[in-house]
């Protein structure tokens, strides 16, 4: 008896943890190349929706960039339209908030 409880005890943790990482494997980062075609800075320069054309597919992709060094880089125009961009995001909620926002020769 104590050996089936053992075994469905076990089980029972291993399908806790098989869901736990099936929910992280939910939010991946997605890796893109591409040229700014639109900078749009929030008024209070907290945000700044940047749209991107993917240099694989040439779709347009609306990129939500929050982190403050990357912000500076807009307002000091170190990032402009037309420079190519390497960037990492999530897709969460149907909006593409940005984890890692680089030109591709290097800032």
Do not use: Q
């Amino acid at each position: 008896m104590k050996k089936a409880v053992s075994v469905l005890v076990m089980v029972a943790v291993m399908a806790m943890g098989l869901f736990s990482f099936s929910s992280i494997a939910n939010a991946e980062e997605i890796k893109m190349v591409g040229v700014v075609t639109k900078i749009e800075l929030a008024k209070d320069g907290k945000s700044a929706t940047v749209t991107l054309k993917d240099n694989k597919t040439g779709e347009p992709a609306a990129i939500i960039v929050t982190d403050e060094l990357t912000l500076d880089k807009f307002k000091d125009h170190r990032i402009v339209e037309g420079d190519e961009i390497r960037c990492k995001f999530e897709e969460v909620g149907g909006k593409k908030g940005s984890k890692l926002f680089r030109k591709t020769a290097g800032c």
